[in-house]
């Protein structure tokens, strides 16, 4: 079965944006023709925007774009972007003769002090130049490492300066008959990146000679970590976003979200704590033939798992 990334699925497109100088960055994963979607947020200290509106009970029965950005809270405001982008060119829901609303919706990680300036947040700018790129730009390789909104990701930051760098990943397949799927994570988890076949963790928190530390000192930082009330309080994310051209309705996407987030705590460890946002989007073009919805969410939490492992600089699958 033939690999391929998340702006490989038919009818998406996903580009990306980031700033050396500030360290932070975005993406944006559109469907001009309008996407069937769905949220799971497992997480305690999430960020996002429009996440209503991909509730199955919610009027809008489809969206055009997902944005995933660093900045924390602030870097929302890149969402606006991606929909000024996508009006200009008439992409929307028509509201009224000749008006049209882009439903955007997006979620954020928390890439402090990665980000050097506290002052350039990804924003509307950056937004515009990541809708751009899906439609310009080439395509995310598999392992993509620090790219757009993972530019300052890093895995084990339960261990403060101890981290190691992560990134953002995208790993899926397509099977005979047509059907695809695949996934794109942006990985800067409080946990460790752990390999689901070996159980080795290959990113994470670090010894002070540069060595992974082993899962009995992690736990032990575990431990001491600053309570949810004080400032020192570590606040991370694993943000994931699946795609599908199988054809879905919004029942069945938010079925598939939450099957999906099986695949973060097979390459995360210890995965979803108290300071992690972990979001999963799930994102359906609807151009495909129909599934089973447990073999896509099998498919799902597969692609997602593998997109985490290949988060990681210098990773591959036959690392």
């Given amino acids: 079965m033939p690999i391929v990334t998340l702006g490989e699925m038919p009818g998406f497109l996903a580009g990306h944006v980031e700033s050396d ?54 870097g929302l405001a890149a969402a606006s972007g991606v929909a000024g982008f996508l009006r200009d060119r008439g992409i929307g829901l028509e509201v009224a003769p000749g008006i049209r609303v882009p439903i955007v919706a997006g979620a954020v990680i928390f890439d402090y002090p990665g980000n050097r300036s506290f002052g350039r947040m990804p924003d509307a700018e950056m937004g515009r130049a990541a809708a751009a790129a899906a439609f310009d730009g ?20 339960l261990g403060g300066e101890l981290s190691s760098p992560s990134g953002v990943g995208s790993w899926g397949t397509r099977l005979p008959g047509g059907l695809g799927i ?41 431990g001491k970590l600053p309570g949810p009330g004080e400032v020192s309080f570590p606040r991370n994310t694993v943000l994931v976003a699946v795609a ?9 996407a938010a079925r598939l ?63």
């Fill in 21 to 74: 100088e500030h360290m932070t960055g975005c993406h944006a994963i559109l469907c001009p023709g309008g996407m069937v979607a769905a949220v799971h947020a497992p997480g305690f200290a999430t960020g996002g925007r429009e996440t209503e509106a991909l509730k199955p009970e919610s009027l809008a029965e489809r969206i055009h774009a997902v944005v995933l950005c660093g900045g924390s809270a602030f």
């Fill in 244 to 252: 599908t051209d199988a054809k879905l309705d919004k029942l069945g």
């Fill in 138 to 157: 080439p395509r995310l390789p598999l392992g993509s490492g620090p790219l757009g909104a993972g530019k300052s990701a890093r895995s084990g930051k």
């Fill in 257 to 319: 979200a939450r099957m999906a987030a099986a695949g973060i705590p097979r390459a995360i460890w210890p995965s979803t704590l108290l300071g992690d946002g972990d979001t999963v989007f799930a994102l359906s073009s609807c151009l495909g033939p129909a599934a089973d919805i447990n073999f896509l969410g099998a498919l799902a939490a597969d692609a997602v798992s593998r997109a985490i492992l290949l988060s990681v600089p210098g990773f591959s699958e036959s690392s």
């Fill in 182 to 222: 695949a996934a794109l994570a942006v990985v800067n988890p409080l946990g460790c990146v752990a390999d689901p076949k070996t159980g080795r963790i290959v990113s994470g928190v670090r010894e002070r000679d540069g060595r992974i530390a082993e899962r009995a000192r992690v736990l032990e930082l575990l």
